[in-house]
């Protein structure tokens, strides 16, 4: 149990372009979605929390009108890169926590490459 | 300021022997302790956690921690390393708090273990 998805797993777009990642929990009900996001050989760094039906939290630095999130049910979170550049390449990494507790469940990431 | 500390950029053993990856933080309150491991490209992979009870935890694929409250720390363990538990390894702390919690992770730990 406790299985996250996210899709696509590698993406490839052209500087300007919009990216969006979704991130879905498989066999349970996440009322909390995680957004992280990882450097070559850095740890995660998060990005936003978002819980369903509300709007997500974002970090400090965190573009909030670059990097949109939406927690529309209790399965599906996206992470939508807005006229994105090559900065933004990076592994963007999703995790789901349940009503129960404090445990994270992580999906297996996403590589984004902007040209 | 909160944050974990894993003061070792890389751990190198020889197949057989035992490993140990250090873990130490500083967050106030009664935190809740974790390690994951990563595979290149992938999420990350629950390896085990302490929330309360006994100090010495075992999780999956034969690793375990021992939780020092005094020292603050949480060093994963495991008597026999395998040439496939090389990978990356985080350690991360998880604050509770007014509706939610927060996780900060330490910078990562890269195993390699030797044949």
């Known amino acids: 149990g406790a299985v996250v998805s996210q899709h696509p797993s590698w993406v490839i777009c052209k500087s300007g372009t919009s990216v969006k990642i979704e991130c879905r929990s498989l066999?349970?009900?996440?009322?909390?979605m995680f957004w992280y996001r990882q450097f070559p050989k850095q740890s995660l760094m998060l990005m936003a929390t978002?819980?369903?039906?509300?709007?997500?939290?974002?970090e400090q630095g965190v573009e909030k009108d670059k990097f949109l999130i939406n927690h529309a049910s209790l399965t599906l979170s996206t992470l939508t890169v807005t006229s994105a550049h090559p900065e933004d390449s990076s592994f963007y990494i999703c995790?789901?926590?349940?009503?129960?507790?404090?445990?994270?469940?992580f999906g297996p990431g996403t590589r984004l490459t902007v040209l | 300021a909160q944050s974990v500390a894993q003061p070792e950029d890389q751990v190198n053993v020889a197949e057989g022997n035992p490993l140990t990856v250090k873990c130490t933080y500083s967050?106030?309150?009664?935190?809740?302790l974790f390690w994951y491991v990563q595979y290149p490209n992938r999420g990350l992979q629950f390896l085990l956690k302490?929330?309360?009870?006994?100090?010495l935890v075992k999780g999956s694929y034969g690793f375990e921690a021992e939780f020092n409250k005094s020292q603050t720390s949480f060093h994963l363990k495991k008597p026999s390393a395998l040439v496939s538990d090389s990978a990356l390894y985080f350690c991360?702390?998880?604050?509770?708090?007014?509706?939610?919690?927060?996780?900060?992770f330490g910078a990562g730990t890269r195993l390699f273990v030797k044949a």
């Open positions: 302490y929330i309360t009870g006994d100090n």
């Open positions: 995790s789901a926590s349940g009503v129960a507790g404090v445990e994270q469940f």
């Open positions: 991360a702390v998880t604050r509770v708090l007014t509706g939610g919690f927060k996780t900060i």
């Open positions: 967050v106030s309150g009664n935190p809740y």
């Open positions: 978002s819980n369903e039906g509300s709007k997500a939290t974002y």
């Open positions: 066999d349970f009900q996440a009322t909390t």
